[in-house]
């Protein structure tokens, strides 16, 4: 039985590019969805269901996805003032600054004082810190991988041809 989508309590939507109940008739499935905002329900589901199958394998259970994000965010913007990482993570600046707390007592950032002012310190990734993110990363690049090198051929070639669209939102987000 498929898992029910949290926020409906429906099963997710069909799979990307497998027809959905909204496309327009006649239109093949590889034209994709008439619908953006069925398209982006189906992504935000499959999104969804995604990114718990990849943390579940992970051997690093004290790392959440939020310490992982604001590692991540480290490692593309850092160093950084707490209060730039609040605002990188579009998280409240006291939530942050007991996650720098938690991130500095498990080893994995650096603190230093900001030379513009001196009262503020910047973050940083240390070399555990590094580590510990590579390894993540290694570990659900290699678990993805597994899954989509079982899927028919027909089908990565269509996750490739996705993939710069999909690296766009990203980059219109950032």
């Known amino acids: 039985m498929a898992p029910s989508d949290t926020t409906t309590g429906h099963p997710p939507e069909?799979?990307?590019?497998?027809?959905?109940?909204a496309e327009v008739p006649g239109?093949?499935?590889?034209?994709?969805?008439a619908d953006p905002a069925e398209?982006?329900?189906?992504?935000?589901?499959?999104?969804?269901?995604?990114?718990?199958?990849?943390r579940g394998h992970s051997t690093h259970r004290d790392l959440t996805p939020s310490r992982t994000a604001a590692l991540a965010t480290l490692d593309a913007h850092g160093p950084l003032r707490?209060?730039?990482l609040a605002a990188r993570m579009n998280i409240a600046l006291s939530t942050t600054s007991r996650m720098v707390d938690l991130l500095d007592d498990r080893g994995w950032i650096a603190r230093r004082t900001d030379p513009v002012d001196q009262r503020a310190s910047?973050?940083?990734l240390n070399?555990?810190?590094?580590?510990l993110l590579r390894a993540v990363r290694r570990e659900t690049t290699g678990l993805l991988a597994e899954r989509?090198?079982?899927?028919?051929?027909d089908r990565q070639h269509l996750l490739h041809a996705a993939l710069p669209a999909l690296e766009e939102l990203v980059d219109d987000a950032g």
């Open 14 to 21: 069909p799979a990307p590019g497998r027809p959905g109940p």
């Open 27 to 33: 239109r093949s499935a590889a034209a994709g969805p």
């Open 39 to 54: 398209l982006a329900g189906r992504l935000r589901a499959v999104i969804q269901h995604l990114l718990p199958v990849l």
């Open 82 to 84: 707490v209060s730039e």
């Open 122 to 124: 910047l973050i940083s």
């Open 127 to 131: 070399d555990a810190g590094r580590a």
């Open 148 to 153: 989509i090198g079982r899927l028919p051929p």
